[in-house]
């Protein structure tokens, strides 16, 4: 069942999504080789928590850090140990916060001294596909013209969208209908309606889509061991428009 937010419910999602958006933005800037990604991990932990939130990943069904942090082919669901990070790594940060009974979630790709051209256009165009496809998010479009947008930029640069994981729907739950693919036809799915409010994340690889996970139960990683980026935002759908949650 796809949940709308009454105006009460976005005032209250705003604020999550600030804060999630603010730890996104620090954490990124903070970031530097040398870390462990459980350190980076603690210290958006304590950002979280200093701000009067919760960590909506910590202890979600068993994901024990308080975000997650994938680096180069890891895909997303990293979870946070004693990896340091390096010059030259892809680190991606996916943050989610719980308050006031709201979820906000949001992620981004960082580059750590990144020299590779195909990694930084790899990075480029994820962020360029996050953007096309929140334009779509528009009340009378279908949800699948969200996930056509994504799809066109990331294949006509020449680069792959993971379909094993899809952006959703949130709200007093993390993860709410409707899942939001980041491929697929224009003109089908759900018609968008004002008040809902969708985390809509692409997922590129360099490579091919095929991904695993790995024995630790969570980290899902590239089959051709090439790089993947990732981003994400939490939008609400207006009448005149996106609003973007997380910024």
Same mark, same amino acid.
């Given at each position: ?19 999630a958006?603010?730890?996104r ?8 080789? %040398? ?6 991990? %603690?210290?958006?932990? *304590? ?16 994901? #024990?850090?308080?975000?997650c942090?994938?680096v180069? *082919?890891?895909?997303v ?13 892809l ?5 989610g ?7 906000? *979630?949001t ?17 480029r165009?994820t ?14 479009n ?19 969208v ?8 949130? %709200?007093?739950?993390l ?5 939001? #693919?980041?491929?697929?036809? #224009? %003109? ?23 991904v ?26 207006? #009448? ?8």
């Amino acid at each position: 069942m796809i949940v709308i937010k009454t105006h009460d419910d976005l005032e209250r999602m705003r604020v999550s999504n600030r804060v999630a958006a603010k730890v996104r933005d620090q954490v990124a800037a903070w970031l530097r080789p %040398g870390l462990t990604t459980g350190e980076i991990s %603690g210290y958006a932990g *304590d950002l979280i928590r200093q701000a009067g939130g919760e960590c909506a990943f910590l202890g979600y069904r068993g994901f #024990p850090g308080e975000i997650c942090v994938s680096v180069n *082919d890891e895909v997303v669901h990293g979870i946070p140990g004693d990896r340091r990070v390096e010059i030259g790594d892809l680190v991606s940060l996916d943050i989610g916060v719980l308050i006031d009974g709201f979820f906000g *979630d949001t992620a981004t790709t960082v580059m750590v001294g990144v020299t590779n051209p195909e990694w930084i256009r790899l990075v480029r165009v994820t962020e360029q596909a996050l953007k096309a496809g929140i334009a779509e998010a528009m009340c009378g479009n279908r949800l699948s013209d969200i996930s056509y947008a994504v799809q066109r930029v990331v294949q006509f640069a020449g680069f792959s969208v993971v379909k094993d994981y899809v952006g959703h729907g949130i %709200g007093r739950a993390l993860h709410e209908d409707p899942q939001v #693919p980041n491929f697929g036809r #224009p %003109g089908k799915g759900v018609v968008l309606r004002s008040g809902m409010t969708l985390a809509i994340e692409p997922m590129v690889n360099l490579g091919k889509a095929a991904v695993k996970v790995m024995d630790d139960g969570w980290t899902v990683r590239t089959r051709d061991h090439l790089p993947s980026a990732h981003f994400e935002h939490t939008v609400a759908i207006h #009448p005149d428009g996106p609003e973007i949650l997380t910024i």
